[in-house]
């Protein structure tokens, strides 16, 4: 707990090597050749919920703060930075339990750094459709879940490598969005309107739709009527065990 930091010689003189012990709030500003970082991880979700509120009423105190002392800590070091820490299964530094190095091919700093700019960039251009797509979204009243909008940016991604440009390709991706959900919707409403046994929902209506939305973008879907009557027949299923559970416990 004292301001003063620790050093450790294994003898003493001018060429004896020193071990500086010290936390990172000491080292702000200095640097050295090998910096060792010790227990530095910790759990993100559990951080997120721990930590203070922010404005958007967001827990982000606590991870901001853990990454700025991640950050911190390697900048310090000159040639070596390591990290030495007990495993955290959901924490930061547990991608590094999987890394392995290639034997097939050699490192190199100029691919390693292109490849590093290449992902930027991708970066950048996902950020960009995604903000497309959900102003488009908004503009239609047709909300995007998370699994649609990320199938929806990888097509508008498609056809920009391709050459066209992110804001056509986001329309021209959205409106076949648009159309698809339109067909599943009208022909789950004509598969539904044949059983008068049970109905459904508006929002379990919905609920069904989007599945098949989202199968007849992807191109699963070759006769939309069989994969309708399919869906009918399961949901009749899920509703006959549902009555004969309301059963048991109503004659109980």
């Not at 992902?119 to 239609?140: D, F, H, P, W």
């Not at 067909?183 to 098949?212: D, H, I, M, N, Y």
Request: charged share 30%; hydrophobic share 40%; with cysteine.
């Amino acid at each position: 707990d004292s301001d003063d930091p620790m050093s450790v010689a294994e003898e003493d003189g001018p060429d004896s090597e020193w071990l500086l012990l010290d936390t990172i709030h000491q080292i702000d500003g200095l640097e050295r050749l090998i910096v060792i970082g010790v227990g530095l991880d910790s759990i993100i979700e559990t951080e997120r919920e721990e930590s203070p509120r922010s404005d958007s009423g967001q827990g982000e105190g606590g991870v901001l703060e853990t990454r700025s002392m991640l950050y911190r800590a390697m900048t310090r070091a000159h040639l070596m930075f390591v990290v030495v820490n007990e495993f955290l299964r959901g924490g930061w530094l547990e991608f590094l339990g999987s890394v392995r190095l290639r034997q097939d091919e050699a490192f190199t700093s100029e691919a390693a750094l292109q490849k590093c700019e290449t992902q930027a960039v991708e970066g950048v251009v996902k950020a960009r459709i995604m903000e497309a797509l959900t102003k488009l979204s908004q503009e239609n009243e047709s909300e995007l879940t998370t699994e649609v909008l990320n199938l929806l940016s990888t097509d508008v991604a498609q056809r920009h490598e391709a050459g066209q440009e992110e804001s056509e390709a986001a329309k021209v991706v959205f409106s076949q969005w648009l159309y698809e959900l339109s067909c599943a919707e009208t022909a789950l409403r004509t598969g539904l309107s044949e059983v008068t046994w049970f109905a459904v929902s508006p929002k379990r209506f919905q609920e069904l739709t989007l599945p098949l939305a989202v199968r007849l973008h992807r191109g699963e879907i070759v006769q939309l009527a069989q994969a309708v009557s399919e869906v009918v027949k399961s949901e009749g299923r899920k509703q006959i065990e549902k009555d004969s559970k309301d059963g048991v416990i109503a004659a109980r």
